[in-house]
């Protein structure tokens, strides 16, 4: 059974940093895509950064370049997502998700419904 469980959130202060953690269980990264979402109330869950393992491509959101660094330790199957500089507006609930196979993902790694397993979300609030 495929499971992913994000952890790491929680409430910071603007310009401060937080470390996601997506832990996999049930498959291999090989030839998965490993993705970041996010959803604020009222708005649209939107992509924030993927990680495709079919050839090492990482993908990023405009409102996040420079600030967010998408990462894994396939040994450990984690998958973080670095949040620097956050701003009040990076707060929502952060899910993790994973599509196989992960090949091509620079044409959908921000479409939610091209992804297969989802996390439970995690909720990172920026205070101002």
């Known amino acids: 059974e495929v499971q992913l469980v994000e952890s790491g959130g929680g409430l910071v202060q603007a310009g401060g940093s937080l470390r996601l953690s997506c832990a996999a269980s049930?498959?291999?990264?090989?030839?998965?895509?490993v993705g970041w979402f996010r959803q604020a109330p009222g708005k649209e869950r939107e992509g924030v950064s993927s990680?495709?393992?079919?050839?090492?491509?990482?993908y990023y959101g405009e409102f996040v370049k420079g600030r967010f660094t998408i990462s894994s330790d396939n040994a450990k199957s984690t998958v973080y997502l670095q949040m620097n500089s956050l701003k009040p507006e990076d707060t929502a609930v952060y899910y993790c998700?994973?599509?196989?196979?992960?090949?091509?993902?620079?044409?959908?790694?921000?479409?939610?419904?091209?992804?297969?397993?989802w996390g439970q979300g995690i909720q990172v609030t920026v205070s101002s």
């Open positions: 990680i495709s393992f079919s050839d090492t491509t990482t």
């Open positions: 998700a994973a599509r196989y196979p992960g090949l091509y993902a620079g044409s959908w790694w921000h479409a939610r419904d091209e992804y297969d397993y």
């Open positions: 049930g498959f291999t990264f090989d030839d998965y895509a």
